[in-house]
């Protein structure tokens, strides 16, 4: 903060208990008065330099939020965010600084799946880009981390589901404006990613490393293979079909696996929407598919890595150890991340109340 209530003159310190009085609102106030608070707040933005973060910390229980709105009640324009965000990384005010992206048109392909997948993403203000995600999985918190750390700040929380009572982690960036691409709809990245067969696999890459899994398994005495896309967006499906169709390949239509209304046989969760799949179980085609594909999930790479050294007819006896050790370990470094998360979220006195008050509802 530039400057402290302390170095403040009489008039300063009369208009700042003004704003920080209960009830009060500026749009009521006479038009002398909103004067004077215009040239105080011109005074702290402008002259001093400070941002509306600044000046919500000097006023009190406000937030910038507060403070951008009382700037535009008084017809004051704020300077432009590029301009402060980088005279607060001039003058080490901001903890992280943010970076544009500089990946290839194959890497923005590849989060635009990962984001039309998994990801949540929002502009919680002007300029800049909220990526999201939950995961019990520490290979997907792993992923996060090595694709946004180089770009921003990556914040790791514990949370609690109330409707499963159970614990996982929430993980969040917030990123520079070029990061801005991940607002792409579904129907606008297709027709960008369909220009080459790099950026179709990389955006198949992102969204299997999402939403889709790999599959080992048993058909009588031999091994099968299965990969699947799956989603509860139909247009989605329909676009990941066609994809793979033009990558040579013969996937099943997209076909309803689950309807709206069915419970989880875990938690009992109910499905708010129909539940849809897109298998690709040729296995020569399996293979060559997951060749090309530039899977970046370590828990898929490694099922991956296993899929390409099969060979058709191989018998299950065979292949049955290596899977169920691959699946062993998933299982338990899922265990162990969600323990982790548990304990986390239990060390704060407050969350320990809350759940116990839910568990008594």
């Known amino acids: 903060m530039l400057v402290r209530e302390g170095e403040l003159d009489d008039v300063h310190h009369s208009l700042l208990a003004l704003i920080r009085t209960k009830g009060f609102s500026v749009k009521y106030a006479d038009e ?57 990384i001039r003058e080490k005010r901001r903890k992280y600084e943010r970076r544009p992206f500089d990946g290839t048109d194959e890497d923005r ?35 996060f981390r090595a694709l946004f750390e180089p770009y921003g700040h990556v914040y790791q929380h514990p949370r609690y589901k109330k409707d499963t009572k159970s614990y996982e982690w929430n993980m969040n960036a917030i990123l520079d404006d070029s990061f801005d691409f991940l607002l792409t709809t579904v129907p606008d990245a297709a027709q960008w990613i369909a ?69 989880s046989p ?21 293979q060559d598919f997951l060749r090309r594909l530039p899977i970046r999930h370590q828990e898929k790479s490694v099922k991956k890595g296993l899929a390409i050294k099969l060979h058709k007819g191989q018998l299950w006896v065979d292949v049955a150890p290596e899977v169920k050790r691959i699946r062993a370990n998933i299982k338990s470094g899922r265990d162990a991340f969600v323990e982790q998360a548990k304990v986390r979220y239990l060390a704060n006195p407050k969350h320990s109340t809350q759940i116990a008050t839910f568990e008594l509802i």
């Open 195 to 263: 220009r080459r067969p790099s950026l179709v696999l990389s955006y198949l890459a992102g969204l299997l490393d999402a939403e889709g899994s790999i599959g080992t398994y048993a058909q009588r005495v031999t091994t099968v293979l299965v990969v699947t896309y799956y989603n509860t967006n139909l247009g989605l499906m329909k676009i990941v079909h066609s994809l793979i169709l033009e990558l040579g390949l013969r996937p099943q239509q997209p076909y309803l696996d689950k309807k709206k209304g069915f419970r």
């Open 32 to 88: 002398a008065k909103k004067e004077e608070l215009r040239r105080f707040l011109l005074f702290l933005h402008v002259e001093k330099g400070m941002s509306l973060n600044d000046v919500a910390i000097l006023v009190g229980n406000k937030t910038s939020g507060y403070t951008s709105w009382l700037y535009r009640q008084l017809g004051i324009e704020c300077r432009p965010f590029e301009e402060a965000r980088l005279k607060g």
């Open 109 to 143: 392909a590849y989060l635009l799946g990962l984001r039309h997948g998994d990801l949540s993403v929002s502009r919680p203000w002007n300029n800049v880009v909220r990526v999201s995600t939950s995961t019990t999985h520490p290979a997907m918190a792993d992923l």
């Open 266 to 286: 875990g938690y009992h969760i109910e499905m708010k929407k129909d539940y849809w799949r897109v298998v690709l179980g040729r296995f020569e085609e399996c």
